[in-house]
Structures are given as C-alpha cells and as structure tokens.
C-alpha cells in the first residue's frame, strides 16, 4: 500500500472513514455504500459533538463515492 497525505482538514474524515472500513454494504455488484447506522454510531461512541457530526458525514460521503469508484475497478 502505498503512503498518502492526508490535510489536516481532512483528518477527521479520514479517520471515520478507516473506523467504519468494515461497515460497507455489498451488492451483487460489488460494495454499494457504508452502512450509515454504523457511521453514526461510532460518532457517537468517539464522542464526537452532534454540531460536528453533520459536516464531518458531508465529507465522509466524498470519501465514500471515492472508495467506491476505487473498488468498482477491482470488481
């Protein structure tokens, strides 16, 4: 695997997004989505404040489409 950097703005994001790596939802066609109840579950147990969980589900959304174009061309 290779090394990447990651802004600072996009930490949080980043983070989430590797907590939940296990939550996708999967179709015949491979993954479709993370499993939001999931997502929202860890905010909550990382004890993330609700004012920040919106902007922070915002960019882990952008990530997500992104990991699922990745992961479509393994398919």
Sequence with gaps: ???V?????NWAAFRLLRD???QWRVGVGGPTGLDYPSVFA???FRGIPPDERGPLFDDLQ???VAAIGAMSKRF
């Design 20 to 22: 939940v790596q296990t």
């Design 1 to 3: 695997m290779d090394d």
């Design 62 to 64: 952008v990530m997500e």
């Design 5 to 9: 950097e990651v802004w600072p703005d």
């Design 42 to 44: 860890l905010m909550e």
